[in-house]
Nanobody, 115 residues
Framework: QVQLVESGGGLVQAGGSLRLSCAAS????????MGWYRQAPGKQRELVAV???????NYADSVKGRFTISRDNAKNAVYLQMNSLKPEDTAVYYC?????????WGQGTQVTVSS
C-alpha cells in the first residue's frame, strides 16, 4: 500500500507562487501515473495535472502555462510548481498515484490565495 504525504501549501497573495511536494512511501519508479487534484469548498474534486512514468504531462485548461508538474523517481516525489496564482486556485490540493488498478490519495494540503 502506497502512502502519499503532501506538503508546501499555505497562504499566498494573488500573483505569487507555491511549490507543492508529494512524498511517496515507496519507489515511484514503477508507478505509471501520478497526479494532483484539487477541491474547493462546495465543488467537486477536479484534475489539476498528471504525469506518467515516461514524463508526459497533462494539465487542466485553467492552469496551463501557470502550473508545472514534475516527478523525481530518485526521491520518490512528485511536485507541483504553481506560479501566477489566482484566488480561484484556492482549494485543498491532493496527490494521487495509480498503482496497477488501485488509486491512492494523500491527505491533502490547503492552498489559499488572497486577492
Amino acid at each position: 500500500q502506497v502512502q502519499l504525504v503532501e506538503s508546501g501549501g499555505g497562504l499566498v497573495q494573488a500573483g505569487g507562487s507555491l511549490r507543492l511536494s508529494c512524498a511517496a512511501s515507496e519507489s515511484i519508479f514503477s508507478i505509471s501515473v501520478m497526479g494532483w487534484y484539487r477541491q474547493a469548498p462546495g465543488k467537486q474534486r477536479e484534475l489539476v495535472a498528471v504525469i506518467v512514468s515516461g514524463g508526459n504531462t497533462n494539465y487542466a485548461d485553467s492552469v496551463k502555462g501557470r502550473f508545472t508538474i514534475s516527478r523525481d523517481n530518485a526521491k520518490n516525489a512528485v511536485y507541483l510548481q504553481m506560479n501566477s496564482l489566482k484566488p480561484e486556485d484556492t482549494a485543498v490540493y491532493y496527490c494521487n498515484a495509480l498503482v496497477m488498478t488501485t488509486l491512492y490519495w494523500g491527505q491533502g494540503t490547503q492552498v489559499t490565495v488572497s486577492s
